[in-house]
């Protein structure tokens, strides 16, 4: 079998561009340029113990220059003209300070105090951050706060980062829709490793949740328009979660009670070494009771887990842990394109263990570590036909490991490996059994280094990588640069992506190529004080993308799809005193072929038009956030089964949410998506005729409620 990839693999020339890359990093590695004013510190807290992954701002530019390591130190290379600077230190569970320092030889020692207050002392400010060092020029950064008080969050981080100026979502499925690029395109990591399955069992045309509880994150970070060689197998986006430290996790009890469920959690050990168990409990039950739906429900959706988490910090050594089990079912009657009667229903299963080590081996070295594993077992019946059947085996494990080398105090190489493994088992079933498999092992080296030089940024990187399953090794290079000057920031990007095939395409054939997209990005930002305003351009280039050439059984498959996508993101956001807000505006243009589509059209996941505008006050009088959002679209363009195009009328949405802080250990949160109760379509089912008003698209309900009480057990007070 002739086999396709996108880029020729001969032996020789994959030998020769890895001598090729080797060179280039050693060249790069050799590469310095004369240091100007370094600035450094440590940073503390009362005990005089480190505080690592603060982050390090230059309050006049408002954009963060550093973050302290694991031994909380940090570095700063300034201009020989700059005398002094003001800096704000900013860590979860510490009050944020304020130092005007001087460049020199000496070593500041850094005290933060602790936030013991931290939800009665909330401090509101826009999550939009214009970061000089980092890689892409458009990244959104969120906290814990920004996330559990987001009116479109409902208590899940998708649904808060569907706020995100660049993103649109979609409501029958909820994952992000990032620059033109359909949902699959954009990938979740935590610490550093790819979830292969991040989101939450779904019904038809029934939202999706993240499968992660925001509160078990310090950070949550969306980059789109380019990201760093350290991660790949996304086309358009990754959202990174990284978890708590061993700091950062209190110990003690809370509890919280919504109209979803409830959670309890308790954190034993000491402060150096902790465990935490969670038992948590999902359940739409309510919800559809009080909520009307255009589904009869038989079983609510519901989800039971439990969860261990292990926090350490031990000689230098950070080590973080977790083991555990979630089961997913629910299921709904109701009628397919044929007027046929179905009794769906669907299970999940699903095991995770994770481990991750990192220590900074000197003032120059930094090395991490992890690995995880994921089985999952789903099963349903009903699905598309009656007396239908399907059953899901995955298992994938991952492994990686990087080392970053600050080589100068202006210069960093960063280097790693990344070994990931899977063995997927598919059996469909009506009237015989039709078993699928596929088993894959994918490699991927990595490189990247970095420059901060005055108002200068750049980062180059390369990532390589070998599919056993696709017989197929690919070369990504990743490009950055940026240049900040006065409270203007200029930066620019460019890369190559690749991403495996869905598995829903690879049980069929093991010959497609990955598809590939080349992504280029020029923004501007705008800084002064708490007003900020970014405009950023995207051209991408598809290549590789995946066609159905016949409805058949099995699929008749092919690799040539292709296509482009560009577009512009306006975004201002401002605060006035205790208000803040963003406003944002998206124009997206793609045309694609790919899946059903052989000749090049506008994805039916895609608006043209964008505008998005939200708003936070915190009412200190009052002790509580006021959350408002708005959605509002120009539609899109549906397709029946013979290509016909059918006109999806505009969209729009008004979300508002409340967060009542009754005492540091008691909150209280109710939020409501669409409160006016829009309907809104959002696709056309191509199983149905063009006539036929039932193969819109649209949510089972017009609302989603969320109202929840947390509690802090004891003394302590709550964590989020």
């Given amino acids: 079998m002739h086999r396709q990839s996108s880029i020729s693999t001969p032996r020789t020339l994959w030998k020769a561009r890895l001598t090729l890359l080797c060179l280039f990093l050693c060249l790069f590695s050799s590469f310095t340029l004369r240091a100007t004013q370094p600035l450094r510190g440590q940073i503390l807290d009362l005990s005089g113990q480190t505080i690592p992954q603060v982050e390090v701002y230059d309050m006049q530019q408002g954009t963060c220059l550093a973050t302290s390591n694991a031994q909380g130190e940090f570095i700063l290379t300034l201009p020989d003209s700059l005398q002094r600077i003001t800096l704000s230190f900013v860590a979860e569970g510490f009050h944020s300070k304020q130092m005007e320092l001087t460049p020199g030889e000496q070593v500041y020692r850094i005290l933060l105090l602790p936030n013991e207050k931290r939800l009665g002392e909330v401090v509101v400010r826009a999550h939009r951050l214009q970061q000089v060092t980092a890689f892409a020029p458009l990244s959104t950064q969120m906290t814990k706060m920004e996330i559990l008080t987001s009116p479109r969050a409902l208590g899940s981080i998708l649904g808060a980062v569907s706020e995100a100026p660049e993103v649109q979502v979609s409501d029958t499925d909820g994952r992000l829709l990032v620059q033109g690029g359909a949902p699959g395109e954009t990938q979740v990591y ?33 980059f789109s328009g380019g990201y760093s060689a350290a991660y790949g197998e996304a086309l358009s986006g990754v959202l990174l979660l990284e978890t708590q430290e061993a700091r950062e996790v209190a110990l003690g009890t809370e509890l919280s009670l919504s109209l979803l469920g409830g959670n309890i959690s308790t954190t034993v050990g000491s402060p150096k070494a902790k465990v935490q168990l969670v038992a948590d409990y999902t359940s739409l039950f309510l919800k559809d009771k009080l909520i009307p739906s255009s589904y009869h429900w038989r079983k609510s959706y519901s989800s039971p887990s439990l969860s261990a988490s292990l926090f350490s910090e031990l000689n230098g050594w950070q080590l973080k842990g977790q083991l555990s089990y979630s089961h997913m079912g629910f299921g709904y009657d109701r009628t397919n394109s044929s007027h046929e009667a179905l009794a769906s229903d669907l299970a999940d299963d699903r095991w995770y263990a994770r481990l991750t080590l990192s220590k900074a081996i000197n003032s120059k070295l930094d090395w991490e570590a992890g690995g995880h594993l994921q089985y999952r077992d789903f099963r349903g019946s009903n699905l598309q036909r009656a007396e239908d059947a399907v059953k899901d085996r995955d298992a994938y494990a991952q492994l990686r490991s990087a080392i970053r080398w600050r080589i100068t105090p202006i210069l960093s190489l960063t ?33 990247e280094g ?58 069929f054939t093991p010959s497609l190529a990955s598809p590939r997209a080349a992504v280029s990005q020029l923004s501007y930002g705008f800084t002064s ?6 405009l950023a351009l995207f051209y991408k280039s598809y290549h590789g993308l995946m066609r159905r050439l016949s409805s058949s059984y099995p699929p008749s498959l092919d690799s040539k799809g292709r296509g482009e996508s ?8 401002g605060k006035i005193q205790a208000l ?36 936070r006050y915190w009412a200190r009088s009052l002790s509580s956030m006021i959350g408002l959002a708005c959605y509002l679209d120009a539609g899109a363009t549906g397709y029946d089964a013979s290509l016909t195009p059918i006109s999806i009328p505009s969209r729009s949405r008004l979300d508002l949410s409340w967060t009542y802080v009754v005492s540091p250990r008691l909150a209280i949160h109710a939020g409501c998506q669409n409160i006016l109760g829009t309907r809104n379509y959002w696709g056309f089912d191509p199983s149905y005729p063009a006539s036929d008003p039932d193969g819109l698209r649209t949510t089972p309900s017009s609302r989603f409620v969320y109202v929840g009480i947390f509690f802090a057990l004891g003394k302590r007070s709550l964590s989020i």
Wanted: aromatic share 16%; hydrophobic share 30%.
């Fill in 580 to 615: 803040s807000y963003t406003l944002s505006y998206g124009f997206t243009e793609a045309k694609l072929s790919y899946d059903r589509f052989t000749q090049h059209i506008r994805p039916d996941y895609l608006s043209p038009h964008a505008a998005k505008a939200s708003l």
């Fill in 450 to 507: 970095s420059l901060l030089y005055r108002g200068f940024t750049a980062s180059v990187g390369l990532r390589g990588t070998y599919s056993s399953l696709l017989g197929e090794s690919t070369l990504s290079p990743r490009l950055y640069a940026g240049y900040r000057f006065g409270k203007h920031l200029l930066a620019a990007s460019w890369g190559y992506f690749t991403q495996l095939p869905s598995s829903d395409v690879l049980v």
């Fill in 529 to 534: 004080g708490e007003h900020s305003l970014q």
């Fill in 415 to 447: 280097s790693g490996i990344d070994y990931s493994y899977r063995d997927y088992h598919e059996t469909y079933t009506y009237r015989n059994e039709y078993p699928l498999h596929f088993r894959n092992h994918l490699t991927a080296l990595f490189s």
């Fill in 190 to 222: 935590v610490d550093g490793l790819l979830l292969p399955s991040p989101y939450t069992l779904s019904s038809y045309n029934g939202g999706t949740r993240t499968t992660i509880n925001p509160s078990a994150c310090r950070r949550v970070r969306l």
């Fill in 566 to 573: 560009y577009g512009i993101n306006l975004i201002y956001t």
